[in-house]
Nanobody
Framework: QVQLVESGGGLVEAGGSLRLSCAASASIFSINVMGWYRQAPGKQRELVARISTGGMTNVADSVKGRFTISRDNAKSTVYLQMNSLKPDDTATYYC?????????WGRGTQVTVSS
């Protein structure tokens, strides 16, 4: 069974930083593009960043220049470094394959940015 476990969220003031981690089952990690998604209350889930198995990245315009995605294939873990956080970044953050999710969503990790 594939598992996706997100961590690292929290409450931070605007302008602050957080680093999210997602540990995935090794069986799926090494062969898939991985992505970070987020869902704010009342809004649809959106893909904010993705990274290929070889390390090529793509980030949404809304977070470009502030968020960086990376992966450690040996640890089957994908990271999201979030800097210059804004209240609009408040959401629950999830990881999954990208650009289409293939697996059951994990619990996510809550990020709350206060103004």
């Amino acid at each position: 069974q594939v598992q996706l476990v997100e961590s690292g969220g929290g409450l931070v003031e605007a302008g602050g930083s957080l680093r999210l981690s997602c540990a995935a089952s090794a069986s799926i990690f090494s062969i898939n593009v991985m992505g970070w998604y987020r869902q704010a209350p009342g809004k649809q889930r959106e893909l904010v960043a993705r990274i290929s198995t070889g390390g090529m990245t793509n980030v949404a315009d809304s977070v470009k220049g502030r968020f960086t995605i990376s992966r450690d294939n040996a640890k089957s873990t994908v990271y999201l470094q979030m800097n210059s956080l804004k209240p609009d970044d408040t959401a629950t953050y999830y990881c999954n394959t990208a650009p289409l999710y293939k697996f059951t969503w994990g619990r996510g990790t809550q990020v709350t940015v206060s103004s």
